[in-house]
Each structure stands twice: as C-alpha cells, then as structure tokens.
T-cell receptor
Framework: DAGITQSPRHKVTETGTPVTLRCHQT?????MYWYRQDPGHGLRLIHY???????DKGEVSDGYSVSRSKTEDFLLTLESATSSQTSVYFC????????????FGPGTRLLVL | GDSVTQMEGPVTLSEEAFLTINCTYT??????LFWYVQYPGEGLQLLLK?????DKGSNKGFEATYRKETTSFHLEKGSVQVSDSAVYFC?????????????FGKGTKLSVKP
C-alpha cells in the first residue's frame, strides 16, 4: 500500500470556522491531489500540486486553499467552513501526470454544523 | 469537456452471478481509462487500467477492454463473490489535459448476496 495518511480522519466543526486537513506521503511522489466525494457526484478535484509551492485549481476550488511547503505534505484549508463543505475528502498522489495511477489516502470525514 | 458516464446503481446480485457495469466516456485527447473500487469506510483502490485502444485490463477476476470505437470501458466479472460488494468508479485521465487529474463517473454500488 502506498504510504499516504490523512489527518484528522473525522472532524466536526461549526459554520464560519477555519479548518485545515493534512495529507502526508512517504512515497516522494511529485503530484498530490485533493478530492471531495459527495453522493451523486462521485469524486471531484478541488486542488492539485505538481511540486513544492506549485499548485493549481481543480473543478470545485471555491472556498478552499492549499499549500505545499514540503514534498511530503499537502494541506487543504477551508477558510470559513460552510455546510455545503460537509463531505468526505480524499488525498491522492501520483509520480507523474497523464496515465499514471493515482493512489488514495483513507479519507477525512468532515461535518460542518 | 471530458466526462465519464457509468450505469447507476445500486446493483444487487447473487453470489456467482455475472457482473457487468457499463462505462462510456467523452474525451478530446487520448485518455487512459481506469476502474477504481471503494470498499466500505475506505479510500479508493485501483482495480485495473488500460492506456490505449484495444488494451484489456484485468485484476482479481475483473476485466475491462478499452473500446475506442464505442468509447466504452465496461467492467465485467464472471462470478462475483460477497467480498466484491463495494462501490466501483470508472475514470479517465487525459495527458496534457488538466495536469493529469482523474475525471470520475458517479460510482456504481454493488451488493452481492450469499
């Protein structure tokens, strides 16, 4: 199994509070991704990173920011959480872009009240 | 834009039944195609993949053939087991597109009864 951990695994927070989710990898892969999973939508890309300090937006980036100061860590921040951001968040990694397989972390279940 | 459409579930089968989950795609480039599986409470795992037309991906008794002429990548298994109960996602990745991110279908939940 690819060495990917996510923390926290579960979080309950209130509307308007900031929240940071962490993804940590031990594979030294260049690419890292944040997805959210919602019923009826499958997985949708929030942001991705193609190197340290190199990030870009995905399909559903509004209300989220990311940072990557080290190869192994990719942080996802909800600046001011809203109920619509209640979801399961998955981190993924890959060695390169294109047809390279992505490996997924175990997920973080976030509930915004 | 690029997209993936897969059959909606849930799908309920008896053990040892034949499984087909349909997946079709729309892509402007030359996609690689994937099937991922998600067991309850877990993240997604790669089940199989194919990177060019007519390739067949296979793993754990599951198979899917990349059909460019019908833009399809249907997942099949000849004899399902209770342990195959999971959600299955079809996905595509287009090199040179959005930096290689995966575009997923909405998922198909499979339940296998003993």
């Amino acid at each position: 199994d690819a060495g990917i951990t996510q923390s926290p695994r579960h979080k309950v927070t209130e509307t308007g509070t900031p929240v940071t989710l962490r993804c940590h990898q031990t594979e030294n892969h260049r690419y890292m991704y944040w997805y959210r999973q919602d019923p009826g939508h499958g997985l949708r890309l929030i942001h991705y990173s193609y190197g340290v300090k190199d990030t870009d937006k995905g399909e559903v980036s509004d209300g989220y920011s990311v940072s990557r100061s080290k190869t192994e860590d990719f942080l996802l921040t909800l600046e001011s959480a809203t109920s619509s951001q209640t979801s399961v968040y998955f981190c993924a990694i890959s060695e390169s872009a294109g047809d390279e397989t992505q490996y997924f972390g175990p997920g973080t279940r976030l509930l915004v009240l | 834009g690029d997209s993936v459409t897969q059959m909606e579930g849930p799908v309920t089968l008896s053990e040892e039944a034949f499984l087909t989950i349909n997946c079709t795609y729309t892509a402007t480039g030359y996609p690689s195609l994937f099937w991922y599986v998600q067991y309850p409470g877990e993240g997604l795992q790669l089940l199989l993949k194919a990177t060019k037309a007519d390739d067949k991906g296979s793993n754990k008794g599951f198979e899917a053939t990349y059909r460019k002429e019908t833009t399809s990548f249907h997942l099949e298994k000849g004899s399902v087991q209770v342990s195959d109960s999971a959600v299955y996602f079809c996905a595509l990745s287009v090199y040179g597109g959005s930096q290689g991110n995966l575009i997923f279908g909405k998922g198909t939940k499979l339940s296998v009864k003993p």
